[in-house]
C-alpha cells in the first residue's frame, strides 16, 4: 500500500530563515502531489499544487519541488515568519480511480521563532 | 457561506450511541470528501460523493459507518453503536469537480469523543 512519509519531529526554525519540509512516498507514482497547512483546531487549507512533469513551482514565498525519480517532494518557506507556525501535510493523489483520492502524511509540525 | 461549515464541531456519545454529523460544502462543488483525523495524524479518506451518487466507500472502517448525500449538497456521516476507537475528528471538504487538479477546501472537522 501506498506510503508517505514526513518528519514526525517537530521543525524549530528562527524568524527569517529558510524552513524546508521534506515528504517522501512508496509505492505509486502519483501524477499530483499537494501540499497543506493545518493549524490547530482547524481543517486543513491547501497551499499548491504540482504535477508530476513538474519539477519546481513556486508561490510568494512558498516553493515545492517533486522529484519523482527520488519520490520526494521538498516544501520550502523562504523568509519564515512566526505566522507560519503550523502543520504542513503533503497529500498524493492516488488518481487511479477515475477521480481525486488523497492520501496524506503525518504532517510535520513548524515552529518558527521570533 | 463562504466556505465549508460542519456541525456539531464538538460531540461527546457514551459508548453505543448513535452519532450524525453534518457537513455543509461549498455551493456548486460537485464532489464531497469525508476523513477521519486521529491525533497527530493526517486526515485518512473515508468516503467520496459526486453530487447524491457515493462513488466510493472504501475507507469506512466497518459498516457501522454510513454517509449520504440526498440531494448532492448537505451530507451527513452517521456512526451507529459508537465505540471508543471512533473517537476522532470527523473532516468534510468539497472541491469543485474531483478532479486530481482540484483543491479541496476542508470545514473546520467535528471532534467526537466516545467515553
Known amino acids: 500500500s501506498q506510503k508517505i512519509e514526513q518528519n514526525s519531529e517537530a521543525l524549530n526554525i528562527q524568524e527569517g530563515k529558510t524552513a524546508t519540509l521534506t515528504c517522501n512516498y512508496t509505492n505509486y507514482s502519483p501524477a499530483y502531489l499537494q501540499w497543506y497547512r493545518q493549524d490547530p483546531g482547524r481543517g486543513p487549507v491547501f497551499l499548491l499544487l504540482i504535477r508530476e512533469n513538474e519539477k519546481e513551482k513556486r508561490k510568494e514565498r512558498l516553493k515545492v519541488t517533486f522529484d519523482t525519480t527520488l519520490k520526494q517532494s521538498l516544501f520550502h518557506i523562504t523568509a519564515s515568519q512566526p505566522a507560519d507556525s503550523a502543520t504542513y501535510l503533503c497529500?498524493?493523489?492516488?488518481?487511479?480511480?477515475?477521480?481525486?483520492?488523497?492520501?496524506f502524511g503525518t504532517g510535520t509540525r513548524l515552529l518558527v521563532s521570533p | 457561506g463562504a466556505g465549508v461549515s460542519q456541525s456539531p464541531r464538538y460531540k461527546v456519545a457514551k459508548r453505543g450511541q448513535d452519532v450524525a454529523l453534518r457537513c455543509d460544502p461549498i455551493?456548486?462543488?460537485?464532489?464531497l470528501f469525508w476523513y477521519q483525523q486521529a491525533l497527530g495524524q493526517g486526515p485518512e479518506f473515508l468516503t467520496y460523493?459526486?453530487?447524491?451518487?457515493?462513488?466510493?466507500k472504501s475507507g469506512l472502517p466497518s459498516d457501522r459507518f454510513f454517509a449520504e448525500r440526498p440531494e448532492g449538497s448537505v451530507s451527513t456521516l452517521k456512526i451507529q453503536r459508537t465505540q471508543q476507537e471512533d473517537s476522532a475528528v470527523y473532516l468534510c471538504?468539497?472541491?469543485?469537480?474531483?478532479?486530481?487538479?482540484?483543491?479541496?477546501?476542508f470545514g473546520p472537522g467535528t471532534r467526537l469523543t466516545v467515553l
Open positions: 497529500a498524493l493523489d492516488m488518481a487511479d480511480t477515475g477521480f481525486q483520492k488523497l492520501v
Open positions: 455551493s456548486g462543488h460537485v464532489s
Open positions: 460523493f459526486q453530487n447524491e451518487a457515493q462513488l466510493d
Open positions: 471538504a468539497s472541491s469543485l469537480s474531483g478532479q486530481s487538479y482540484n483543491e479541496q477546501f
